[in-house]
């Protein structure tokens, strides 16, 4: 992204944040995310997402190193999907990459499906769906405020 750390850190985000719509994969597989809560982004600080249906999922952040590392742990998660798949715990890294910044972003989840040589491919493949989907929210956000500054 052509941003500073500091700019991009401002802007992290949640699946559950992203303003515009997931494609239909994440559609068809998860809830409709309806909002998240906005703690201070501080180690021990919860977060609490909500989705349609009364589903939800709960996050802690575990470490937070500004502007280059955000990490969290998921508490409770009723997406509908938990004999499939859990999620475990994600992170943000943040690095100078060129004239830009560059971000990584990490899931860590249990698949529950067997054979697991079977269900690995497609588990990676919609956990890439789901990050693409956060990092193009996070490159959006700075698209949106240039066409509204100008």
Do not use: N
């Not at 009723?78 to 972003?105: A, K, M």
């Amino acid at each position: 992204m052509r941003a500073t750390q500091d700019e991009v850190w401002r802007r992290l985000m949640f699946f559950e944040d992203v303003p515009h719509r997931p494609g239909l994969a994440l559609r068809l597989l998860l809830p409709v995310p309806l909002r998240t809560s906005k703690p201070a982004m501080r180690v021990g600080a919860t977060i609490r997402c909500t989705y349609s249906g009364g589903r939800s999922l709960v996050k802690r952040i575990t470490a937070v190193e500004a502007p280059s590392l955000l990490q969290f742990e998921v508490l409770e998660q009723d997406l509908g999907i938990e004999s499939c798949l859990t999620t475990v715990e994600g992170s943000y890294r943040i690095r100078p990459s060129g004239d830009g910044t560059g971000v990584t972003l990490t899931t860590r989840y249990r698949g529950h499906l067997r054979p697991r040589w079977l269900w690995r491919m497609p588990e990676r493949w919609i956990a890439g769906a789901m990050h693409r989907h956060i990092l193009r929210g996070i490159g959006a956000s700075f698209a949106r405020e240039s066409r509204d500054s100008a």
